[in-house]
């Protein structure tokens, strides 16, 4: 487990660099002048990395929708929760050999009006909609390598400020429909 550490550390360094670049501005034109590495190096989001969910579950007190793991068709080896200043962004890893679940939650509750964006590698294919249990209404949509094989299946919703997204790999189309059926985002609207 120690080995995993440094790595873990390195993964981070996008989130940290990220995070960074959005405090001190975020998108800007060709006219104005790209931030220095100084100015980004300024600012340190403070990230708390949990090694499995009942940890950031026993530490963290947050509203997030957080699918139970009978939802799954599979037990997941590996476990992981990282939390970007208290709670902005967190991320939650499930993975074993064959497969992972991947979710992120941005809380935009702060901002009067905004935009959000995420990017996956790969092409993206099959957009479509599914509308869960709560008749509420992901986006969805698959993204291929290049011979065309499906790589992922993504969820995307925004939820009374929060988005979350969601990603899948080694799950069958009706295997994540459960998941996202069973996912209750009746919790953004207890605040």
């Known amino acids: 487990e120690e080995q995993d550490r440094p790595q873990r550390a390195s993964d981070l360094d996008g989130i940290a660099d990220m995070a960074a ?3 001190i501005g975020g998108a800007f034109s060709i006219e104005d002048a790209v931030p220095d590495e100084a100015e980004a190096a300024a600012y340190e989001p403070e990230i708390i990395e949990y090694d499995s969910l009942e940890e950031f579950l026993a530490q963290e007190d947050m509203a997030i929708a957080i699918p ?6 599979m037990t997941f080896t590996s476990e992981r929760v990282c939390v970007i200043e208290a709670g902005l962004d967190v991320h939650i ?6 497969s992972y679940f991947m979710m992120h939650q941005t809380d935009n509750r702060g901002y009067e009006s905004y935009s959000s964006a995420t990017s996956y590698m790969g092409e993206s294919r099959n957009e ?3 509308v869960n249990s709560q008749g509420l209404n992901y986006v969805m949509f698959d993204t291929v ?3 065309g094989e499906i790589q992922s299946v993504h969820a995307v919703i925004s939820v009374n400020g929060r988005d979350l997204a969601l990603s899948f790999s080694g799950f069958e189309e009706n295997e994540i429909e ?3 059926s069973g ?3 009746s919790v953004y609207y207890q605040e």
Not at 68 to 73: N, Q, R, T, V
């Open 178 to 180: 459960q998941v996202l």
């Open 21 to 23: 670049f959005l405090k």
């Open 145 to 147: 390598d290049e011979a």
């Open 68 to 73: 139970p793991k009978d939802l799954f068709p």
């Open 93 to 98: 890893d499930f993975m074993n050999e064959d």
């Open 183 to 185: 996912l209750d985002l």
């Open 128 to 130: 479509r909609s599914f």
